[in-house]
């Protein structure tokens, strides 16, 4: 199925699925009923890129701090709900944007009609989502273990108990921390369902290995037309996140917003410290709204040549830089004033 297929829904004012951007999020670690450290946090991840954030609400004073976040933030929240149904209708009651919940794990039918009646009274969709520790052992005994068979049909069922209460908006996940098993499960569930997929590989781990099995799973799937938004689950500052998974729409060029920074690996030829040089840069242009792309380049044969399509660069040379712009030097630079003035011709482009 291609992603232009899919079922169009909307977390606040964000639309996930159809013909909607690839949306980014990513999930708060601060204690959800301490407003101020989870405003700053999500204020942090919206300067990043973020487009909704989710959060764990594990008692009534987290669902109620809701309310008070959203009077801080700019995007949209989903509200993580574990077993308690409670809390999920709290969440929707303090102005949640979706809920993300496995009706299997609420119990009886009533809570889950309750919880229905409460997101469509309040215009909210809920995800649900099964990862490869979640299944129900009757899938598990029946596809003889973990594997896409087993994932899909027990999301599906999961799925089925929303809509037997007539709830349709609906967004569903998958996650394994396979990547291999990963993408299996959601080529399979997106020939079995038209509902906008949220994707992930689940416990990825570090940034070290986690960035890499997130850019093969999530950048594997997306270049097939699959899945509709995404996080990249680290151990780490969420912040991390967010640019990896900005960083993997970009090179898929499914996004075009933020700054594209590409930089040679250096050789015997470069006579700078480019690695810290590339880092700096890196740093101060995150969080820059501009659609460009600047070169970090060694020396001049991988300068102006090698880099002639970035909007902005430089080559260094010993002691002293070319800046360029498309292939075309613009001025020669001492070293010790190539990135302050490169930061200054960046600011200049509009």
């Known amino acids: 199925m291609n ?19 690839i949306s980014i999020q990513s999930m708060t670690n601060t204690n959800t009923k301490d407003v101020k450290s989870t405003v700053s946090q999500i204020k942090r991840l919206e300067d990043a890129g973020c487009d909704i954030i989710r959060m764990a609400v594990n008692d009534l004073e987290d669902a109620a701090a809701i309310k008070k976040i959203k009077k801080e933030i700019k ?4 509200s993580d709900i574990q077993f308690d149904y409670k809390l999920a209708i709290a969440a929707a009651e303090n ?15 009533w809570k889950i009609k309750e919880v229905t009646e409460s997101c ?26 973990v594997n896409a068979s087993s994932i899909c049909l027990s999301a599906m069922e999961e799925v089925e108990i929303l809509e037997k209460n007539n709830f349709f908006d609906i967004a569903v996940s998958l996650k394994a921390s396979s990547v291999n098993l990963t993408i299996e499960s959601y080529r399979k569930f997106s020939q079995m369902s038209k509902y906008p997929l949220h994707l992930g590989v689940t416990e990825a781990g570090t940034p070290k290995k986690g960035i890499i099995k997130s850019a093969i799973g999530i950048g594997t799937l997306l270049s097939e037309g699959i899945g509709d938004t995404i996080r990249v689950s680290l151990t780490s500052d969420p912040l991390e996140e967010v640019i990896a998974a900005k960083d993997i729409l970009k090179a898929l060029d499914l996004r ?7 930089s040679c690996p250096t050789c015997a030829r470069t006579k700078v410290n480019l690695i810290e040089m590339v880092k700096t840069v890196e740093d101060k242009l995150y969080t820059m709204d501009k659609n460009l792309k600047v070169a970090i380049m060694g020396c001049a044969v991988n300068g102006p040549g090698e880099a002639r ?10 002691g002293e830089g070319l800046i360029f712009s498309k292939g075309k030097i613009i001025k020669k630079v001492p070293e010790d004033k190539l990135l302050s003035e490169l930061l200054q011709e960046i600011e200049k482009i509009r």
Do not use: M, W
């Open 3 to 21: 992603r232009k297929e899919t079922k169009k829904i909307y977390v606040g004012d964000v639309s996930i699925g159809g013909d909607s951007f």
């Open 120 to 145: 469509k009274f309040h215009n909210i969709p809920i995800r649900v989502g099964v990862n490869s520790g979640s299944i129900k052992q009757e899938f598990l005994d029946k596809f003889k273990g």
């Open 256 to 262: 075009r917003e933020g700054i594209d920074l590409i």
């Open 309 to 318: 399509e970035a909007d902005i660069g430089i080559a260094c040379g010993n």
């Open 95 to 109: 102005e949640s944007d979706a809920i993300r919940l496995n009706p299997g794990n609420i119990g009886a039918s």
């Open 75 to 78: 995007i949209p929240i989903i």
